[in-house]
């Protein structure tokens, strides 16, 4: 059974880049395309962008511009980056499986942008 | 981007009773549409893709109806496990890909 598990700060500055790594488990990520979803209670349920372990990627329009996504198939984990943080970043960040709709969730990663 | 509407916002009901839950898409979506629930501090699970199939393990009291702009959620008898928020979200047009505000359903 495919485990995801999100990692990362849950305190970044505004203005700086806020950075989270999902592990695979139970799955090769090679297998899979591989997503950033974040939900907040102003916006809802958000999908970010994918990635394929081919480095095939795509991106939500708005925050296209601020996005960095790579994938390291030796560890089994993809991450994402998000440049130019403001408070309206915060939110729970999910890593998800799938492509066009998402059949397995990490737990979620609460992300806060304070100083 | 198209703009998922889900209705009502809440809606309370008894364990046992039916319920029907309401996604609007902006513009036509055919049936590339999905539906999750989530439960507080769990992520969303993915319960019906292509607006009626169901996924990998959903019980049979879960069904999923429409095509177009008009979609369905029905829980035939609603379990108390099944007290949860409920978001579709469409995939036919993207990026982005969309998903609506959800309904909450609660306890009567």
């Known amino acids: 059974q495919v485990q995801l598990q999100e990692s990362g700060p849950g305190l970044v500055k505004p203005s700086e880049t806020l950075s989270l790594t999902c592990t695979v488990s139970g799955d090769s990520i090679s297998t899979h395309c591989w997503n950033w979803i974040r939900q907040s209670p102003e916006k809802g349920l958000e999908w970010i962008a994918y990635?394929?372990?081919?480095?095939?990627?795509n991106y939500t329009p708005s925050l296209k511009s601020r996005i960095t996504l790579s994938v390291d198939t030796s560890k089994n984990q993809f991450s994402l980056k998000l440049s130019s943080v403001t408070a309206a970043d915060t939110a729970v960040y999910f890593c998800?499986?799938?492509?066009?709709?998402?059949?397995?969730w990490g737990q979620g990663a609460l992300v806060t942008v304070s100083s | 981007e198209i703009v998922m509407t889900q209705s009502p916002a809440a809606l309370s009901v008894s364990p046992g009773e039916r319920v029907a839950l309401s996604c609007r898409a902006s513009q036509s979506v055919k049936t590339n549409l999905a539906w999750y629930q989530q439960k507080p501090g769990q992520s969303p699970r993915l319960l019906i893709y292509?607006?009626?199939t169901r996924a990998t393990g959903i019980p049979a009291r879960f069904s999923g109806s429409g095509s177009g702009t008009e979609f369905t959620l029905t829980i035939s008898s609603l379990q108390s496990e099944d007290f949860a928020v409920y978001y579709c979200q469409q995939y036919n047009n993207w990026p982005p890909l969309t998903f609506g505000g959800g309904t909450k359903v609660e306890i009567k």
């Open positions: 990635i394929y372990s081919s480095g095939n990627r």
């Open positions: 292509d607006a009626s």
């Open positions: 998800a499986r799938g492509y066009s709709n998402f059949d397995s």
